[in-house]
């Protein structure tokens, strides 16, 4: 930011910091709101995350290389999570799916969000006939439900992982850019955006300095609860068999492959969606609190 | 009440327009020739691919196209699917009773399950069960639903044998699915039951209801659970709007007809009619949803009838 600019930038910026809802540094209040339960959470989903960047810490075996030996084994010392029929190792499938899934919700999530930033800012802070178009646009892509707007786009594109994380991204984004909006229009009407204006600062700049470090909270919400979101999503996609293609070891294609296997080895279905689950039940509890931390206001959403 | 009501409706007709010009721009969005798209895997070549163009009306102006092509479909013309070639309308007529029925008894059990969770936990704030009650919540919307469908038959229907492990005919195969969606609706809908039951019972008047010696259990019934209501029906819409999304999974792991199992498969097939049919369909049901529920509101919030 460039805050020494005089004039409207001094001025701007102060006012700016004031608006902040408050000055205690981020982490620390993180980690005094942070629970046992939250601790856990976070501790799995740290866990996760260095698994997914690093799956040689803890796989031995191939997750893709078939292995007629031994296939559709228990769980047991050889394979924690047991084979599933095609011989492959289910632990290290579920360690490289994490990869997979957690790389696609990140660029699904930076795909969306970015959108939702631009479309949402630009439309509240210009207003007029550009917002009413992309408001308008806004509520008819809403009219298609969850995950409908995804399955449009792999429609249009066809099956893939890499078409599923741009449907995911695109079907995000109409609810995230009311959301930012919204956010901004409440920004736009503060004084110190008038005084930047008033003193002859250009649009692009304000937007820049002023609008989008103002609402950088709610869009560091909507990361978080996109990015559970794209990994469910993600998940169902390749469930479906739309998403991730075989062999990619990925959680959903897994469980749409093991469903076969339901009545029979019980471990093939059960254990990848454990670790499914789990990941999304601590992303949305600490989603949760970074939510209530910085934006109290979007909790009934 | 009037004009609300009005302006509601003009929006309502705007979407589905929309909606329709959407679907109807659909195949001019997806990379390649529309020919092409509209023939799925079929091998057309040469003079074929102008005949078809031509009798598809594909080479007139694009705005020609997409205002007759929207209009025929909401008149309910769907075109003919590429691999049956039944008519499209046909197919989505008679799967939409299963989606609705599936959809509908999921949003039962999801309030069943959801509300009175929300009004417990609130009451019991900060409690045991509270958090219990609150865990549930968060573990309903957590667990992704096809593997709530997988754990579901393993237990019921493979251990137990309670329940069927898949198709549609009678109330028993109805169940399972159904559960495993309305179960991620009870975790939302708790949550916001709870949240709304909260601020509602620091209102004023359940002080004074509470003041006057009115029992507990009437203070919450009466006087604070109808206003956190309001909020809960909004959200039990939007619900209803992931349900019938829901659906799309639900109805492949329990092997059921349906609108999702129709724009999958579809998908899968190539087939660009079915799935732009089922879609419409998907999104006009939701937008009417949608206006209903706005209108509900008016019956429930009697304030607003006069904003």
Known sequence: MMRTRAGAAVVGAQMAVAATPTSRPLLRRFRRVLGLWGRVTFGFLVLVVVLAAFPRIVVRHDPIEVVPEQILAPPGAGFLFGTDQYGRDIFSRVVYGARASLGFALIATGISVALSTVAGTVSAYYGGRLETLLMRTVDILMAFPGILLALIVVALLGPGLATAMIAVGFGQAPAFTRIVRSATLVVKNQQYIEAARAMGAPDMWIMRAHVLPNVRYTVIVLMTLGFGASILIGASLSFLGLGAQPPTPEWGSMLGDARGYVRTHWWVPTLPGLVLAATLLCINTVGDQIRDILDPRLKLQ | ?307
């Open chain 2, 1 to 307: 009440m009037g004009p609300f009501v009005l302006v509601r409706l003009g929006h309502g007709v705007v979407v589905v327009l929309g909606v329709a010009v959407l679907v109807a721009l659909m195949i001019h969005l997806a990379p390649g020739d529309p020919v092409i798209v509209m023939m799925g895997d079929a091998p057309v070549q040469g003079e074929q691919l102008q005949i078809i163009r031509r009798s598809l009306g594909l080479d007139r102006p694009l705005i020609v196209q997409i205002t007759t092509r929207a209009a025929r479909m909401l008149r309910g013309d769907l075109g003919r699917s590429l691999r049956s070639n039944r008519p499209v309308a046909q197919d989505i007529a008679r799967v939409v009773p299963l989606t609705m029925v599936l959809a509908t008894t999921a949003m039962v059990f999801g309030i069943v399950m959801g509300v009175p969770t929300g009004v417990v936990a609130a009451t019991q704030r900060g409690r045991w069960l509270d958090s219990q009650l609150s865990a549930f919540a968060v573990l309903g919307f957590s667990m992704p639903t096809f593997w709530t469908g997988l754990l579901l038959i393993s237990i019921f229907s493979v251990r137990l044998g309670w329940f069927p492990t898949s198709g549609q005919e009678g109330f028993k195969t109805l169940i399972l699915p159904a559960l495993a969606l309305g179960w991620y609706a009870a975790g939302a809908l708790a949550r916001l039951v709870r949240s709304g039951m909260l601020e509602v019972l620091q209102q004023e008047y359940v002080t004074v209801a509470r003041a006057k010696g009115l029992r507990e259990t009437l203070v919450v019934l009466r006087h604070a659970f109808r206003n956190a209501l309001i909020p809960a029906v909004t959200l039990a819409t939007v619900q209803f709007g992931s349900l019938l999304s829901g659906a799309v999974v639900v109805e492949t792991v329990f092997g059921r007809d349906g609108l999702g199992r129709l724009i999958v498969i579809g998908i899968l097939e190539k087939d660009f009619p079915v799935v732009q049919g089922a879609v419409l369909v998907t999104a006009v049901i939701y937008t009417v949803t949608n206006l209903l529920t706005d209108l509900l509101y008016l019956r429930l919030d009697p304030r607003l009838r006069y904003a």
